[in-house]
Each structure stands twice: as C-alpha cells, then as structure tokens.
C-alpha cells in the first residue's frame, strides 16, 4: 500500500488510529518518497497511507469514488483526481501550482484533499486563502498535514 512518510512523533497515534483500507484504493507496491514536514529540521519519518487520507476525508473520498470510477491505485492518481477536483471549490491554478511548488506536488495533492472536506462541511469559507495560508506554515516549518489526517479521523469516529 502507499504511504506517505511523516513525523515521527505521529508513528504512536498512527499505529492507534490506523483504518483499514477504503475499497477505493488498490493495494500496490510502489511507494512514493513525500516529506511531510516541509522546512522541519527534523526528518524522522513515518507513513501516512492514502487510506488514512479518505478516511479522514470522507467528503474527499466520496467525489473521488464519483469521478475516478472508484479506485486510485497510487499517490499519482491521487494527485491527478486532487487536480480535478482544485477548481471545484475555487482554488486558482496559480494557488495549486504554488502548492505543488512548496509543498511537493504530493503533498499538495492531500492538503486539497483536506482543504475540501473542511471546505464542504463550513469549516473553510476560502479555500484557496486556506491552502495558501498551509503553504505559508509550511515555509516557516510549521505545517504538520499529517496530524489533521488523525485528528480528523479520530474526531469522525467519534461522531459515528
């Protein structure tokens, strides 16, 4: 299965909130080299699995299983559908390809991943502001992606 390496302090929780694969995703051996902690000076590294990502997105994973026939079979994939999906609530190319650019194009892909699903259940009214405004975190060292994956997971199952 692909996995995203992230912060080592996460490796615990993540052991913890692990979900089991969605059906939307193919299990593959190619893995994918994604630092989560841009500008950390730290790069101790965990893995963050496309799985976690749609479950702590689920809004995300249900207009992925719309549009993309319901499977994506890599971080590839993910990002190509994260493309798609960009203008659909009004993030510019230039905000995407900025993201791409300080992010990684990976990692980028998941913050839309997150930034849609805030965005689709209130909690984001800008969601390009929001994505540059990660970016700018990111620059500073301050962006840790990887710990909204879990706590949005953790804060789903408590709600179901």
């Not at 902690?37 to 990502?53: L, P, Q």
């Not at 590839?76 to 609530?89: E, L, S, T, Y």
């Not at 390809?97 to 992010?103: D, S």
């Not at 849609?116 to 800008?126: A, I, L």
Request: charge should be negative.
């Amino acid at each position: 299965m692909d996995r995203v390496p992230s912060n080592i302090n996460e490796e615990r929780k993540a052991g913890q909130d692990r979900a089991e694969p969605l059906p939307m995703v193919e299990n593959e051996s190619q893995e994918e080299e994604i630092i989560w902690d841009i500008g950390g000076s730290r790069k101790m590294k965990t893995e963050v699995e496309i799985s976690t990502v749609m479950a702590a997105c689920p809004n995300f994973a249900e207009i992925v299983r719309d549009l993309g026939g319901g499977y994506l079979r890599d971080w590839n994939d993910f990002h190509r559908v994260a493309g798609q999906i960009r203008p659909m609530v009004g993030i510019s190319e230039d905000a995407w390809n900025k993201a791409q650019e300080i992010l990684s194009p990976l990692v980028a892909a998941a913050a839309i991943a997150l930034v849609y699903d805030k965005h689709t259940t209130g909690e984001v009214n800008s969601p390009g502001g929001y994505l540059r405004g990660m970016c700018e975190k990111a620059k500073a060292g301050e962006l840790h992606l990887e710990r909204s994956f879990y706590g949005r997971m953790s804060e789903n199952r408590a709600v179901h």
